[in-house]
């Protein structure tokens, strides 16, 4: 291995799997891996790539000067546990029957709405987040974005003058823990700030100990009481933990106002959210939990705190590749034969070797050459074209690797939001940004 390259813990390829380490689920001779690539950064909520452990989720937007990265936990929601039956319900739907049966459907779906007019209760925003990097939006260049369904991760790579900084995410299930590392290829051009905000009701406070602390509490009614705060119950209360680590001779860190960490001429830097709540079921009252968020939160990051970045990554590797590489789908055209001598160019130019004894209990894995790796997925990956530009030219030209791709995404959705133990899914996922979201409208 050259001085300065760095060994990721990966698991090993097996049968049908290999094909995707050689970006063969569906190759043609214009080579497309299964990414869900991106031009630009997100402009809107629904141009951010989504990432998530079943529980903790984020949107990534991949800004140059700013960065904001959406959180979300599936356990935050208005209100409290309680009888929400509509003694009126009976009378209103006994009425909808009856105009539909008239055949008078307009006035029915009018009625209707008397079945739903009582706000129910909604998912709610855990917050985000915010990175600033001081830097002109219009001055980079080389700028890429892309959602890798075949690792759960998401990276974004651009220049600026003679630097090229890169950023990569990804939500650990196996140790809950959200995860990003964000670097630079040359000594000491690293400097941002960061912290944490939320639309909810919350403080936050950062230390000395690189650590930036969010508590807040959801509203314990969907729109609270005129004038009788006894009648407005305590809601989920829930924290969020931002602990940061840098790298590099001369890096440096302090804290801003009480609430922020900069980061002062860095090699890299890696930061690792973890979130909980007071969420004990649907049947106890948040004023009656046991639960510290808190403590559940430090607990969690003193698990991972000396861990590094590769062995995280290993970890959420084995456990994602487990679920995702159980299916394959080709629909392209391309014979075995080209398909073996294609697998066989991509695996001949990474070195493999066997895992050591003292692999921290990650068994099975094997190492990989990151550059190497980053270098041939580029070969593979042909002239660049974004994910939107090849779903508007789907009407042109029937890409079945884009069928392939989006075949994929839908999988990886439901992978990242929701797992055992974990909520059930949202409409979206556990992807939201708002205290109000949208689907509630549609459906009342």
Known sequence: MEEGEEWVWVQ???????????GGGGETEEA???????SEPAKHFTDAAPIGNGRLGAMVWGGVASETLQLNHDTLWTGVP?????????????KVRELVDNGQYAEASLAAVGLSDHPSDVYQPLGSINLNFGDSDDAYIAYERELDLTTATVNVKYTLGDVEFTREHFSSNPHQVLVTKISANKSGCLSFIVYLDSKLHHDSSASSANQIIMEGSCPGKRIPPKGNESENPSGIKFSAILELHIGGDDGKVQVLNDRQLKVDGSDWAILLLAASSLFEGPFTKPSDSKKDPTSACLNTLSLVRNMSYSQLLAY????????????????????????????????NQIPIQNSPKSDCG?????????????????????????????????KDDEDPLLVELLFHFGRYLLISCSRPGTQVANLQGIWNKDIEPAWEYALS
């Open 12 to 22: 090993p390829p097996m049968g049908a799997d290999a094909e995707w380490w050689a």
């Open 32 to 38: 497309r891996p299964l990414k869900v690539q991106f």
């Open 362 to 394: 990650v068994s099975g894995l094997v190492e990989l050459n990151s550059s190497k790796v980053d270098s041939s997925a580029k070969l593979m990956d042909g002239t660049f074209k974004s994910t939107a530009e090849r779903v508007k030219s789907f």
């Open 82 to 94: 309680g009888n929400y039956t509509d003694p009126d319900a009976p009378a209103v739907l006994s």
């Open 316 to 347: 959420h590797l084995d456990d994602y590749q487990n679920l995702f590489n159980r299916v394959t789908l080709q629909l392209s055209k391309v014979s075995s034969e080209a398909l073996r001598g294609k697998r066989l160019a991509f695996l």
